[in-house]
C-alpha cells in the first residue's frame, strides 16, 4: 500500500506517471482524448465496471483535463496516484 501523499512531498516540476481509477465502463476509443493513456476495463466480483487509466502526465493542467474529461463524463473516480515504473504492473 503506497503512503498518502502530503502537499510537500508533491512535485509539479514535470510528467509524471497516474495510475486513475473510475467507476464505470470506458471504452479505449477514449484515449487520445485522456491523454494518451493506457484504458482496462474490468467488472469487479459486484458486477459493477471499473476502468483504469495508466499513463504519462506531462503536468498539473493535463492532469485536471484528464480528470475534468472523467467528470464530464459522469464517472465516479475513485482514486489518482502517481506511481513509480515500478508499480505499474499492478
Known sequence: MTRPHHPEDVD??????????????????????????????????????????LGTIRDQAELNGVLSTLSGLHLTILGVEAVNHEETTR
Not at 495510475?19 to 465502463?25: C, F, K, Y
Open 12 to 53: 509539479f516540476g514535470g510528467p509524471a506517471m497516474y495510475r486513475i481509477v473510475v467507476q464505470g465502463s470506458l471504452d479505449e476509443d477514449w484515449s487520445s482524448r485522456l491523454a494518451g493513456m493506457a484504458i482496462s476495463s474490468t467488472t469487479r466480483r459486484d458486477r459493477v465496471p471499473h476502468t483504469t487509466l
